[in-house]
């Protein structure tokens, strides 16, 4: 057993970025459960932090666009937007060159993900460091599944992936915290953000909690599309971390719809057997 | 950079065979080098026309990256993660990009291509 | 049954680039094989040709480098290399990226391919096209499996994407030629160009006729690397072409070992059932 | 870049807690980056130092580049793949860029890292 802690939080750049202009109440009380799985992640003493992202073409663009990716560096960078608009200062942030090899070798086993020495990290991931690690004292081993442009890897193909990271994980002596960034139902950059299907999410996260696979591998990008936004597509992210996770359930800290952070603001652990 | 298509519809072989070539592609390659490198951008802002000659762009995209006319390049179907940043590249507040993606709608007509062809229509 | 043609063939730059250098009843030999492998496609009227190749980080490098690659454009260009040193001058080749995004979409069932809408061929496609669609006009579907940076996806991982390949192809209307490149033995681009292993590359092709799967699946990483070079990593290409036509047997039309080359020069049409 | 391992040696965690920065990375970027970019050549040519300045380079890196010591950079582990086009923009002919790469091995000793650390005990 070596993963040793897993989660999932949403990183919308306006969490960050339009801070002052949430509703004060619901904004802590987001903040205040990203701090509670920061503390509890702590406590699991993890060496590093796997972050299954779903990044927005700062690294990846329709040239090369991989359906999967691992970082295989001993340092990153972000953000690489503009800092005072996402309100986190630029730094290098560590990583671990020769623990993600062991970790690529493993999941390239079953999954064909593609490899980075080098990755500009965007609030995709910047937004939960900022949170979860900020101190930047934790080696970081940044993922990517493509949510972003079409075509995109099915849902099942997801799961799998998740599966093999926890099989990496399982397979080294380090202790390993897995953390999942993405959706839910949302409508980013669009004349529509801001808009959140409450109803669609909170079923949503009723199957994650419960990890019911075959109702998390039930989804379509068609509905998902319809129904929650070209950002519900970043749902892969949770369904990685179910799987790692897979036969045990999650508890879920927060959910706060709050339409400047253009997502319902989510924060749940899973359960590591 | 081909519309998007949730799944491919089994078009027969010959549509297939004449596919157009779009621009599309070009104009988002453009603000994915300036997002990436400050060195593109200071070009970009001394010398606008010089930069924006190394990508194959039609006239309409040219005058829209240009102008910048944000709600336009929303129409045309650049991906939003993209035109947020060259939004506030040109010195577009939050809510004044949300706007001109609003005002592109109502100006320019529904979003031609790519993920947001459908958006909208459940607001 | 829409793949209608199958074969692989060596992509050395030298093989158009040091062609004077070489000795010529050897080389003549060698091109009279791909000519006829090119009659014999064309038999086929093949609507896209789908090269399998191991680029050399003319369009991937280690900043994301994809284990598999699959072109999604209208139009590639090439070669990436001086056109004097490679002897091939530079051009737009024609794709079809519709055609590419159905194979796409139906390989990611199962293999998790990136995409690329641009892509500017090397040496490994530009050798091959040279002579294979000498008028350039045939569309090409580029396809790369990356060979050179480790690491490396294992070989039952290209064998798991030359079924795929051959499952798209299965399931549209479309006439597709399938052509690998690669390998066999060599020691390209060090102090040893020119070595050539005589015995490992016949027996390799004994193996890959037969479309020994087993005995295929059998090498391992460090004994190509000791026995076949780091150029021999490339016989995933091959792999992926034998699990393509698995079950059918192939014909060898020419292997000639060719040192300026740098490769034992290889030409061997496989059966398609 | 890690150095090349056909398979990964279970190494302690503390040994991995520690990996050393290698700059062979930003080399072989340097090149990669000239393959690519007919303007990115032209700049190297004009004004070398400069486009130098933007990759982190050691003092014996810059210099290898700089000389051009193809033999050195073969040692310090730089592809083949990628020093075959680096020796051909700096002139080197097919012979001479073998010799020196011959020449390199038996004036800096064996290949330091990567794919060709065990190249050459076969010949
Ligand atoms: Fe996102
Ligand atoms: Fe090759």
């Not at chain 1, 399982?170 to 980013?188: K, M, N």
């Not at chain 2, 109502?106 to 031609?112: E, K, L, N, S, T």
Request: proline share 6%; glycine share 8%.
């Amino acid at each position: 057993m070596s993963l040793v802690f897993a989660g999932v939080v949403s990183h919308a750049p306006g969490i960050t970025g339009r801070a002052q202009r949430a509703e004060p109440a619901a904004r802590d009380r987001f903040y205040a459960a990203l701090d509670r799985l920061r503390l509890e992640m702590e406590e699991t003493r993890p060496d590093a932090l796997i972050v299954v992202g779903a990044e927005h073409f700062a690294n990846f663009f329709m040239n090369n666009m991989p359906s999967l990716c691992i970082g295989m560096s001993d340092h990153y960078e972000g953000p690489i937007e503009d800092e005072q608009w996402l309100a986190i200062k630029r730094r290098r942030i560590p990583g671990n060159a020769a623990l993600s090899r062991v970790l690529i070798e493993r999941v390239m086993q079953s999954c064909d993900v593609a490899y980075a020495e080098e990755w500009k990290f965007d609030h995709g991931i910047m937004v939960p460091l900022h949170f979860l690690t900020p101190r930047y004292d934790l080696p970081v081993i940044p993922v990517n599944i493509n949510c972003q442009g079409p075509p995109l890897i099915p849902l099942h193909r997801a799961w799998a992936f998740g599966k093999a990271l926890r099989d990496a994980c399982d397979a080294i002596p380090e202790r390993i915290a897995l953390v999942g960034t993405g959706g839910i139902s949302h409508w980013p950059a669009t004349p529509d953000s801001g808009k959140i299907n409450v109803e669609w999410d909170q079923q949503f996260l009723q199957r994650f909690l419960a990890n019911d696979r075959t109702a998390l591998l039930g989804y379509t990008d068609a509905q998902t599309h319809r129904e929650a936004g070209q950002g519900g597509f970043e749902i892969r992210t949770f369904l990685s971390v179910a799987a790692a996770t897979e036969g045990q359930t999650g508890q879920l800290y927060c959910y706060e719809p709050i339409p400047i952070f253009a997502v319902g603001c989510t924060v749940a652990r899973m359960t590591v057997a | 950079m081909s519309a998007w298509r949730l799944t491919s519809i089994a078009s027969p072989r010959s549509a297939r065979l004449k596919a157009p070539v779009m621009s599309l592609y070009q104009v988002q390659k453009l603000i994915y080098e300036l997002n990436r490198s400050p060195e593109h951008r200071q070009r970009f802002v001394a010398d606008r026309a010089a930069v924006l000659a190394t990508y194959e762009l039609t006239a309409e995209e040219l005058q829209a990256i240009e102008q910048p006319d944000i709600g336009l390049m929303y129409v045309m179907g650049v991906n939003g993660q993209l035109l947020m940043h060259y939004a506030a590249l040109r010195g577009f507040e939050w809510d004044a990009y949300i706007k001109a993606m609003r005002d592109g709608l109502a100006q320019h007509g529904a979003v031609r291509t790519g993920l947001y062809v459908a958006a909208g229509s459940l607001s």
